[in-house]
T-cell receptor, first 114, second 114 residues
Framework: DGGITQSPKYLFRKEGQNVTLSCEQN?????MYWYRQDPGQGLRLIYY???????QKGDIAEGYSVSREKKESFPLTVTSAQKNPTAFYLC?????????????FGPGTRLTVL | SQQGEEDPQALSIQEGENATMNCSYK?????LQWYRQNSGRGLVHLIL?????REKHSGRLRVTLDTSKKSSSLLITASRAADTASYFC??????????????FGSGTQLTVLP
């Protein structure tokens, strides 16, 4: 999993609550990404950030929010507006700013809504 | 949106046999990457093949790319039980720098039986 950490590993949320997933990298990578993975599915891009204080929506941004105040950190908040948040969330980073660069992934956070 | 589609969805082989997984895609690409995911973990980058390359090797891995057929294959030779994982192809599509993105397929679940 390289130099990317995600916490917590497992997270349980009650309906109507916001939760924040942590992602930290010590690889000095410019770009960071958040993906959602559902069982038996590929990865879908939620948000990405190419530089500090800037981020862009991915394919499924509704109900999620992010911030990039530091190069090393890219937290994801799953809001109560996300209708079906139970999933496996993966954070990744890449050396360059191109979204098509080789990406390095964290170990993931499994979120379950009770 | 999904670009690459892996085939088969699931593959079960005996230890020592070769495993071949295929990836088909729809639009032109700049490069194609293969990733591996152990159950409940993050993805690990295996190999990248550029659109002007036809074959690439890395240890027991062999990747081919046929841009005329819009397909790629990943061959794992002399498989081991530790190769049991999901394998994803990811295509780098798009023509301009910041618009390029990595799009993941839904993966092939490989099981290597001891």
């Amino acid at each position: 999993d390289g130099g990317i950490t995600q916490s917590p590993k497992y997270l349980f949320r009650k309906e109507g609550q916001n939760v924040t997933l942590s992602c930290e990298q010590n690889l000095n990578h410019d770009a960071m990404y958040w993906y959602r993975q559902d069982p038996g599915q590929g990865l879908r891009l939620i948000y990405y950030s190419q530089i500090v204080n800037d981020f862009q929506k991915g394919d499924i941004a509704e109900g999620y929010s992010v911030s990039r105040e530091k190069k090393e950190s890219f937290p994801l908040t799953v809001t109560s507006a996300q209708k079906n948040p139970t999933a496996f969330y993966l954070c990744a980073s890449s050396i360059g700013k191109l979204r098509a660069d080789t990406q390095y992934f964290g170990p993931g956070t499994r979120l379950t809504v009770l | 949106s999904q670009q690459g589609e892996e085939d088969p969805q699931a593959l079960s082989i005996q230890e020592g046999e070769n495993a071949t997984m295929n990836c088909s895609y729809k639009t032109s690409i700049n490069n194609l990457q293969w990733y591996r995911q152990n159950s409940g973990r993050g993805l690990v980058h295996l190999i990248l093949i550029r659109s002007n390359e036809r074959e690439k090797h890395s240890g027991r891995l062999r990747v081919t790319l046929d841009t005329s057929k819009k397909s790629s294959s990943l061959l794992i030779t002399a498989s081991r039980a530790a190769d049991t994982a999901s394998y994803f192809c990811a295509t780098d599509e798009g023509s301009s720098g910041s618009a390029r993105q990595l799009t993941f397929g839904s993966g092939t679940q490989l099981t290597v039986l001891p």
